[in-house]
């Protein structure tokens, strides 16, 4: 679609990508997602005779956004393509492409924020220990093991599990330090069970897996190299699975539980935020609102006048 859309168009779309890769540091993933967005949205404006970013205005982006809902678009993907826009307008503001900024008037739809399935505190102990498949081999099930440990023990995302090297564990104080969204390092606490798999792991599993293509990485696949995200994903739902009537919740679950659980024990809200790595306080308060559901629920099924 890209290719399609006049040159002018062209021209701000290949610069709008790199300023989100290169100045924004932007992952991947959003990169694809923003980008994805402003050509939709540029090939609309095509289509209506715009030729540079100078033909932008409200109206457009407002059809652009109307013609989405009217095709069914979820209101959470209504929010991200708003956001979309307006980045996107504000850069090409910034960069002198548009006289002003209408994305600044563009108003985005409120998501529905949906609340996460979380673990019981008993099938978190459970998942911890289940072995879905007797016959792993040893190294590959000391993996799996401290893989679901430090997920759940840190709350960590799956992504910065996996960038985690050997030198990124402080065992003598029980310590991750982890390299967050936006490239932000953080420092994540970890228990004694976590410690204990993370010792196996490195004395009788890391060793019998590593290869020169290794390097410093903590896990591994089973050729030896840095584990890819989708392994890891793979590890927890098949570990799910064997733990009777837990929802099916893959890594971000693990994390969603532990973040319960820290509240559930008395953990100050604040406390909670750094250890996730949450840039506001708002993302972290959903966790409140689970417990309270639990709560809720607990009610309705033990009290006799629920």
Same mark, same amino acid.
């Given at each position: ?95 002198? $492409?548009? @006289?002003?900024? *209408? =994305?600044?008037?563009?108003?985005? %739809?409120?998501?529905? #924020?949906?609340?996460? /399935? ?120 098949? $570990?799910? @699975?064997?733990? *009777? =009537?837990?929802?099916?919740?893959? %890594?971000?679950?693990? #994390?969603?539980?532990? /973040? ?47």
């Amino acid at each position: 679609m890209r290719a399609n859309l006049p040159s002018g168009l062209v021209e701000a779309v290949d610069a709008y990508e790199r300023h989100l890769r290169l100045e924004r540091n932007r992952s991947p993933h959003t990169v694809r997602a923003y980008v994805g967005d402003a050509v939709a949205f540029l090939d609309h404006l095509a289509r209506l005779g715009g030729r540079t970013p100078h033909d932008v205005d409200l109206a457009t982006l407002r059809g652009w956004l109307g013609v989405q809902r009217t095709r069914g678009a979820a209101r959470t993907s209504m929010a991200r393509r708003s956001a979309a826009l307006r980045t996107f307008t504000a850069w090409a503001h910034a960069t002198g $492409r548009t @006289a002003t900024d *209408p =994305g600044l008037r563009l108003a985005s %739809p409120k998501a529905r #924020r949906t609340l996460p /399935a979380v673990l019981r505190v008993d099938e978190a102990q459970h998942l911890m220990v289940v072995e879905p498949n007797a016959d792993t081999a040893e190294p590959v099930r000391l993996r799996d093991r401290m893989i679901v440990e430090l997920l759940y023990a840190g709350g960590i995302r799956v992504s910065e599990l996996v960038g985690l090297d050997i030198d990124d564990v402080d065992r003598a104080r029980r310590l991750l330090r982890v390299l967050g969204k936006g490239n932000k390092q953080r420092t994540v606490p970890y228990g004694v069970p976590a410690d204990r798999a993370i010792g196996n792991w490195l004395a009788r599993g890391r060793p019998a897996l590593a290869t020169s293509a290794s390097g410093a990485a903590l896990v591994l696949g089973v050729r030896g190299k840095r584990i890819d995200p989708r392994t890891v994903r793979s590890i927890v739902h098949s $570990r799910m @699975a064997a733990v *009777p =009537g837990s929802p099916d919740i893959g %890594p971000h679950g693990l #994390r969603h539980s532990a /973040a319960t659980h820290l509240l559930e024990g008395g953990a100050d809200l604040r406390s909670v935020q750094e250890v996730l790595g949450h840039a506001s306080l708002s993302t972290t308060q959903i966790y409140t609102h689970v417990s309270v559901e639990r709560l809720r629920r607990t009610y309705r099924r033990a009290h006799p006048r629920a």
